[in-house]
Structure formats: structure tokens, C-alpha cells
């Protein structure tokens, strides 16, 4: 699969990236189709804010040029753009000034059964715990060993997502996905503002309920709140939406609320 | 300055490593003297039980003749290894069987003030705060996010390190070193069940004590039991021994203990 790394075609990169030494940089994975990235403003804000926060300096047109010639070459698939604060000498001293690094990869559309989208999916309840750290609280940062290990707490293919809490027991996400549950006609997706990241097609669902008039919060989720939740849902970049059917032995109906969403966001294709 | 990757001459490794994608992998940083690595079965065996903890396959045989070779190769300096899980697909489940890349880095001897050693340092009180997850707790992993940003807090030399306190407030570590304290005789380093970094430098001190009858404990230290401490030290190991002078209006005398323990790990010298 095609790979760029700083707008050229390559498969290597330095040693010395501090994105290796340290996770000191961000992610996007970025759904291409006909050649377009979806959401591209959407992944941009979030790259940017990320940067900002961690104070990586960012070229956000040549980024967003690149990302378009990227999917552009792919056609369909997933462009996933790393970018991290280039290379440093020894020691975890940013060096001033950075010469950030950034690496295009493509993958193929990734193979996920219809049935999620249709039927809803079963979740794993992951004992892998989220820290709470407001600092790096929403960032799709490259430090993510919590969920490398909570994704290896399951190989059953019938679990197609975990459920991951903080240290706390709080409701916050997927391993890989934005969590979202609706009560007596209330959306609500967790708070993240101690641990979580905060997903482009969350922001799309939440901006969506907010056009759409459907009442909506963001707001810390208990464990007992999300068992006695009328439906529950997962989302991304890359699927749209799942429905939620189970976790252990509780199970929740798909409703009509996550059918509308669904609707909304176009990912209702083979239902 | 000398990089292997798995054992050869290189400069590059490959953009699909999972160092880079997630930081999923540990490093160790190894003084070398005289062509030999310092401390070295420390390093190993450290190195072993976070394997161990991330599921990530050792060849720890290889890895020592590697580190011997690569040392024998410096001469003085530093031998950094980065070991990670080796290339992946996109998705966090890790590759199974996982293929291991080892990755060496050379630098030269850090150039510390020979002052650090003798008269003792400044400590840079961090407001980036260790996220509590027991899960990583003491391991030299590759997500260093906290160590990057609580290091860009301060641009003074006046400070040679910082202070680094759990979310709850408790004394953890310096932000490349280890703490210890000292108080009525009692020498004091924090546990590492939460957060921090477990050093070996830490564990040589700790063994020296035991060895010495120096009574000593492993346990939470809260910051007011730091700023009534009689003598306090940071440790690594590159630079063995610093005396803690001062955190922000507060100092502390440079202690016998702390003279002591110097003596025992052999950094002392041009004091």
C-alpha cells in the first residue's frame, strides 16, 4: 500500500523521529471514497487543535494539500496521516524549533460485517482502565498503549467493539469508537475532558442532533446510567454507526433514534 | 553517531512500525564505559518484566550480545534501545505472532555540570501532573507524552530537572530521574504502583541500602512529607547521584546519607 512520508513516497523513516522515541505527535484516519477524504474539516480542526495543544507547529494548507492528492491517488480506502515532532536528540526536550514529520499511509476500506451497521454489534467489557489525564484529555495522540492493550483483551469475532471505562468506572468510549446512549429521548455521549479522544464522526453526530433539534449532552456517564439507557451506540470515521445489542449479559434494542442518526450520516448502506 | 536496527548499521526503520503508530514498545537509556554497558543486567531484567507485562516477545540472549557488541562499537556514551512490537496492520490488536524490532542509538556522554553532582540542583516544580494507571505503572514504555510536556515547562539551566507529582498530588519522580528522600535516617522513594518510572538506578540504590542496613521504604509520599524531608536526591542512571538543593522558595542541605550513597554508586568523582 502506498506510503508518503513528508509528501514523497517512501516505506522508512528516521530513527530519531521523536514520534517512535517518545509518541510525541497525533493522528487522523481519514475514510477516502471516489478519491475524497470525508470529513476533511472536520479531521483538519481536530489535527490542529492537537497541535496546538501540544505544541507541535503545523502547516495546516500543505497538510490539507497533501491529503487531498493522497486520497486522491488511493480512490477508496483509509488514508491515515501520523504527524509528530520530527526528529530530537536524546532527552524529552522539544527541540525549538521542531521540524514536524509527516506520514501518509493508506489501507484498504476496512472489511467490517454489514451485520454491524444493520443488526448492531456486541461489546467486550475491557478491565483495561483509562487514566485520567486532562492534559492529553481528547488528543488522537500517539500514545495509546491502553488501547493496544484492551483491544488484546479479546479475540472472540463476535465482540466487534470493548467498552472502555476510566480508573474511576465512568462510561467513556470503544476502543476505537465514540460511545453514545440515549435516554428517554436524551443523546448523550461521556465528557472527555479527563481521558477519551475525541472522534470526528462524535462531532459530526453531536452537530448533527444540534441542527436536527434532538436533545443532546455531553456529560460524565455512569456505569449504571448506560445499562438502564433505551439504545446505545458506537461511532467513527471509518463505519458511521453501530448500533449497540449487548455487553455481557445485558442487552439493548436497536431504537429509533440511532436509525435516524444513521440516516443522517449516510452510513445506512445493505440495511 | 551509531544506529543498529536488529542488529545492522541503519538509519531508518519502517513506517508501520507499532513504536511509532502507538508507542507500543520499552526502551531502556544504558551508560557505557569502557566499551561495556553499565548496569546492564539491571537493564535486562527491567527490560524483561515490561516484555512480559506488554506481551511482547524476548529474545533476551540476542538482545544482550547486541547490547555487549553495540557498546564495544561506542567505547563512552550512551547506548539507547528502543524495542518494539514490530510492524502491524492498521487496527490496535496486536500482530500475532508479534516480530520484535530492536532498535540502538548511540550519544555521546550527557555533558551534566560536574556542580550537579557535588553541590546538588534546582528542582523545576511541574504542573503537568502523572496520569494514574496501574496497568503501565513502572514501566520505561514508549508513551511519554507527560515526560514531553512537563520537560517544555522550563527553559532555565538554573533547573536541571523537575518535580513531577501524581493528579492526586503525591511525589512521584523527577521527569528523568528518581526521587528519594531522607528523613530521621529513614531514606524514603516513592512507590511506583500508580505512575512513574521504576529506574535502575532506583533499584541499585534500593539494593545498596538493603546491603548497607540503611532502613528504607518503598511507599506514597505526599508533598509536605517532601518539603519536611532532611535530604533529598534524584537518581539515574547516567548521572548516578544529584543532591536536591532546592524546589521553588524551599531548600534542603546536601545530607550524609546522601554523600553516602554517592560514594556507593561510584559517581563521585571531581567532587
Redesign the interface.
Known amino acids: 500500500m502506498l506510503?508518503w512520508?513528508d509528501g514523497r513516497p517512501?516505506?522508512?523513516?528516521?530513527?530519531?523521529?521523536?514520534?517512535?522515541?517518545?509518541?510525541?505527535g497525533l493522528?487522523e484516519?481519514i475514510a477516502v471514497r471516489s478519491g475524497e477524504p470525508r470529513l476533511l474539516e472536520r479531521h483538519l480542526t481536530r489535527l490542529a487543535g492537537g497541535c496546538a495543544r501540544?505544541?507541535i507547529p503545523l502547516e495546516l494548507e500543505q497538510v490539507r494539500a497533501e491529503l487531498l492528492a493522497f486520497a486522491a491517488a488511493i480512490g477508496e480506502g483509509?488514508a491515515?496521516l501520523?504527524l509528530?515532532?520530527g526528529d530530537g536528540?536524546?532527552?524529552?526536550?522539544?527541540p525549538m524549533p521542531a521540524q514536524p514529520r509527516r506520514?501518509l499511509?493508506a489501507?484498504p476500506v476496512?472489511a467490517y460485517p454489514a451485520a454491524n451497521t444493520c443488526e448492531g454489534v456486541r461489546l467486550y467489557p475491557c478491565s483495561?482502565?483509562l487514566?485520567?489525564?486532562p492534559?492529553?484529555a481528547g488528543l488522537k495522540?500517539?500514545?495509546?498503549?491502553?488501547?493496544?492493550?484492551?483491544?488484546?483483551e479479546w479475540s472472540d469475532a463476535a465482540c466487534a467493539e470493548g467498552l472502555m471505562r476510566d480508573?474511576q468506572g465512568r462510561v467513556v468510549e470503544g476502543?476505537?469508537s465514540n460511545l453514545f446512549l440515549v435516554s428517554n429521548g436524551l443523546l448523550i455521549t461521556p465528557a472527555l475532558t479527563r481521558?477519551g479522544v475525541a472522534g470526528v464522526m462524535r462531532a459530526e453526530l453531536l452537530a448533527c442532533a444540534a441542527e436536527q433539534d434532538v436533545p443532546h449532552e455531553v456529560r460524565d456517564v455512569s456505569f449504571d446510567e448506560l445499562l438502564a439507557a433505551d439504545e446505545v451506540l458506537l461511532c467513527n470515521s471509518q463505519y458511521g454507526i453501530w448500533p449497540v445489542r449487548a455487553l455481557a449479559a445485558h442487552d439493548w434494542p436497536v431504537g429509533p433514534l440511532t436509525r435516524k442518526l444513521q440516516g443522517f450520516v449516510g452510513h445506512l448502506a445493505g440495511c
Chains 1, 2 share one sequence.
Open positions: 506510503t512520508v517512501a516505506e522508512l523513516l528516521s530513527v530519531r523521529d521523536r514520534g517512535l522515541a517518545y509518541g510525541d493522528f484516519t501540544l505544541s483509509v491515515k501520523i509528530t515532532r536528540l536524546r532527552g524529552y526536550a522539544p506520514i499511509q489501507a476496512p483495561t482502565r487514566a485520567e489525564q492534559l492529553l495522540h500517539l500514545n495509546r498503549l491502553e488501547q493496544v492493550m484492551a483491544r488484546a480508573t476502543v476505537y481521558c
